[in-house]
């Protein structure tokens, strides 16, 4: 099992920037996807962005050229740089990673980290 500790979430105002990190351990040894998820109050948790170990991004067209994911395979680290934020970017966001191991799919999330987005 992998456990991951995020944190950079807050209050920021619109038009704003904040960057959250998540930090990996346990079990690391051939993690593949690392990326983060966001849910809204009343809303079903949807992707926000996703980096494979080779470097290759997703992002989901709501964020794509305000947000930027970056990883680091030497710390086991996922980066979230979130710029021009709006107030429907005001969510928990959960930091997520995927493994595969023995032909079998592996996913482990984060606590969640509150991002509010409001003046």
């Known amino acids: 099992q992998v456990q991951l500790v995020e944190s950079g979430g807050g209050l920021v105002q619109p038009g704003g920037s904040l960057r959250l990190s998540c930090a990996a351990s346990g079990s690391v040894v051939g993690l593949n996807v690392m990326g983060w998820y966001r849910q809204a109050p009343g809303k079903q948790r949807e992707l926000v962005a996703s980096?494979?170990?080779?470097?290759?991004?997703n992002y989901a067209d709501s964020v794509k050229g305000r947000f930027t994911i970056s990883r680091d395979n030497a710390k086991n680290t996922v980066y979230l740089q979130m710029t021009s934020l709006k107030p429907e970017d005001t969510a928990v966001y959960y930091c997520?990673?995927?493994?595969?191991?023995?032909?079998?799919?592996?996913?482990?999330w984060g606590q969640g980290t509150q991002v509010t987005v409001s003046s």
């Open positions: 997520y990673v995927r493994k595969v191991v023995d032909s079998q799919l592996y996913t482990d």
């Open positions: 980096t494979g170990r080779g470097g290759l991004t």
